[in-house]
């Protein structure tokens, strides 16, 4: 017949060897109270024995289990229930935008433009002859009002109103609002009489 102490040493290394086949597969918990109760066992047995080894396997449990857990955590990941239940974390740039619209974005940075709706903080501004969806840099912004985009936040530019005119060359030259009287072709008033 086996010793105390054999049968403490097993049930101690079955009470953890089902701490991590808990972690791999889920049973609602059964597994787990089996474990805990291997493991309680044990340490009982090994008190039996000799209190020095009850202390031991305390020890052991102690230590174990949460080594065994954190082991667990770490390799469940890589396991097929782990990658099913657990989403790829995204990288830096799946978080960002196209790359072309970043770039067109950054381009607007020193660009004048006009506020379409009153801005409190958001709003749609009209920069170039183009609506952006953008944000005040804390002050309120009237409607017409003119704003100099001054930064770009993921795919929303962040504006700040100005007393600057808009640049000729930032215009929209296929609009006709914008080009001048001799480029039409049209001869000045004052020359008509």
């Known amino acids: 017949m086996a010793s105390p102490l054999a049968w403490a040493i097993a049930l101690l290394a079955f009470g953890l060897l089902i701490v991590i086949v808990e972690m791999f597969l889920p049973s609602g918990g059964v597994l787990a109270v089996i474990a805990t109760s291997a493991v309680v066992a ?55 935008p196209d790359p072309d619209m970043r770039k067109q974005l950054r381009e607007l940075v020193g660009r004048i433009g006009t506020a379409k709706s009153l801005m ?17 840099e804390g002050t309120a912004v009237q409607p017409g009002q003119r704003v100099k985009v001054i930064e770009i936040r993921g795919t929303r530019i962040v504006v700040r109103p100005t007393d600057e005119d808009i640049s000729p060359e930032s215009l929209d030259p296929n609009d006709p609002l914008n080009v001048t009287i001799d480029k039409l072709g049209l001869e000045p008033f004052d020359r008509l009489q």
Not at 42 to 47: G, L, Q, R
Not at 53 to 67: D, E, N, Q, S, Y
């Open 42 to 96: 044990s340490i009982v047995m090994a008190f039996r024995h000799s209190s020095e080894a009850g202390v031991g396997f305390m020890a052991i449990a102690v230590l174990g289990t949460p080594l065994l857990l954190a082991l667990g955590f770490k390799l469940w990941p890589r396991t097929p229930l782990g990658r099913r239940i657990l989403l790829d974390v995204p990288t830096g740039d799946d978080m960002l």
């Open 120 to 136: 409190l903080p958001g709003g749609p501004v009209m920069v170039d002859g183009v609506s952006y969806d953008a944000l005040s």
